[in-house]
Nanobody
Framework: VQLQASGGGLVQPGGSLRLSCTAS????????IAWFRQAPGKEREGISC????????SYADSVKDRFTISRDSAKNIVYMQMNSLKPEDTALYYC?????????????????WGQGTLVTVSS
């Protein structure tokens, strides 16, 4: 089982992108979904999370008030809307799914992963 992350691209500072996370063999509504990112030369970090059925969301301080995670369970998609993008947001973005019902920033808590989508913020 693998998730599919998409929506990355090149955007200017201050711009917006919306990432999507889908799965053909998994009902995402039954899982806690998180977005992680890995910038060049840095470790992968958890940046946002939404619990099963969307009861609760959480964000890293670095993206709070700029990024929004949401679900469309009818389409089996989890989105991350990214606004006010900064050059330091440049990274490979991954979505991941966990069976647990609470959010976690620990990679080891997530069983299923997507392949990553590249976001580049540059003028």
């Amino acid at each position: 089982v693998q998730l599919q992350a998409s929506g990355g691209g090149l955007v200017q500072p201050g711009g917006s992108l919306r990432l999507s996370c889908t799965a053909s063999e998994l009902t995402l509504a039954a899982y806690t979904i998180a977005w992680f990112r890995q910038a060049p030369g840095k470790e992968r970090e958890g940046i946002s999370c939404i619990t099963r059925r969307g009861y609760k969301t959480s964000y890293a301080d670095s993206v709070k008030d700029r990024f929004t995670i949401s679900r469309d369970s009818a389409k089996n998609i989890v989105y991350m809307q990214m606004n006010s993008l900064k050059p330091e947001d440049t990274a490979l973005y991954y979505c991941a799914a966990a069976a647990r019902g609470i959010c976690s920033a620990s990679e080891s808590d997530y069983r299923y992963w997507g392949q990553g989508t590249l976001v580049t913020v540059s003028s």
